[in-house]
């Protein structure tokens, strides 16, 4: 994008208003899950964000770039709703553009926008919903360890690594997850009412797309770049203003006083989401 002008810098787009100004809010990491070198995304940061990006008078819309493998639903409905809730507070459009990945919780993110652009390369999709873990039922008795667990509940030590899988307790798992499922397909079908063009058991099936595989299903609305995109829809004139979190520093920013061990697992979680795609 051509570089800003001494007028376009500093001028209050309220005395410019010939001048369309785009907040933009990047979405970048897996959803509620991370670790002290690779924060998530998650509602507690990224709202704050967003309404500053929503609240300022006079823009002529809002960009997220997102790049997200997902992770939470209910982090990433929560932001997802939080997005639809301010722009028709504001009367701001939103506009998504996927970057490496925008899939599972990332998909469900992008499609709070009201157009979704992604790159020929993009990963996109994945409408479904996943639950993994580890067994480590003959690990302890290998080790000499014994493991004491005392529950008040039939149902507190559901699912237990440490013991061996129930056909009842997979069950129940299944149930949880079609539930979330369904929402985030309901989410899906809402947002891209009318667009949506393949065979919803196999967009629906958890299975993903590169950008313009996905462009044919109707999950997105274009292929094309941020700054590209918004000069062909407002002008070359458009100014994009990256709005940020707040900054600062202490033991939490810089991984002091974690707990290394749990934090190991997290990676592990965080670094299958990422490779699933590729990444």
């Known amino acids: 994008m051509a570089q800003q002008s001494f007028f376009e810098r500093f001028v209050p787009p309220r005395f410019r208003k010939s001048v369309p100004v785009i907040h933009h809010v990047r979405l970048h990491g897996a959803i509620g899950i991370g670790t002290p070198l690779r924060p998530a995304i998650t509602a507690k940061d990224s709202v704050p964000v967003l309404e500053r990006a929503f609240s300022r008078k006079g823009i002529a819309g809002v960009a997220l770039s997102i790049n997200s493998p997902g992770g939470s639903a209910v982090q990433s409905a929560l932001i997802h709703t939080r997005i639809r809730a301010l722009a028709e507070k504001h009367k701001v459009p939103v506009f998504a553009f996927c ?21 020929d390369s993009s990963i996109v999709g994945s409408i479904g919903v996943i639950a993994a873990g580890f067994g480590f039922v003959d690990a302890l008795e290998k080790l000499g360890i014994e493991r004491r667990v005392h529950t008040s509940g039939d ?25 979330v499922h369904e929402a985030f397909k309901s989410a899906v079908r809402s947002r891209r009412e009318g667009k949506l063009k393949g065979d919803e058991k196999e967009m629906f099936s958890g299975a993903f797309w590169a950008g313009r595989q996905a462009l044919d299903l109707g999950l997105i609305d274009g292929i094309g770049h941020l700054h590209d995109v918004l000069q062909r829809k407002f002008g070359d004139k458009v100014v994009v203003r990256t709005i940020s979190p707040s900054s600062g520093w202490g033991l939490k920013r810089l991984g002091l006083g974690t707990d290394f061990a749990g934090s190991l697992v997290e990676a592990m979680e965080l670094r299958a989401l990422w490779s699933r795609y590729g990444l």
């Open 155 to 179: 149902n507190k030590s559901i699912l237990d690594p440490f013991q061996p899988e129930k056909k009842e307790d997979v069950k129940r798992l299944l149930s949880l997850q079609a539930d």
């Open 99 to 119: 970057e490496d990945v925008a899939a599972s919780g990332g998909y469900w993110l992008a499609c709070a926008a009201d157009e979704i652009y992604a790159d």
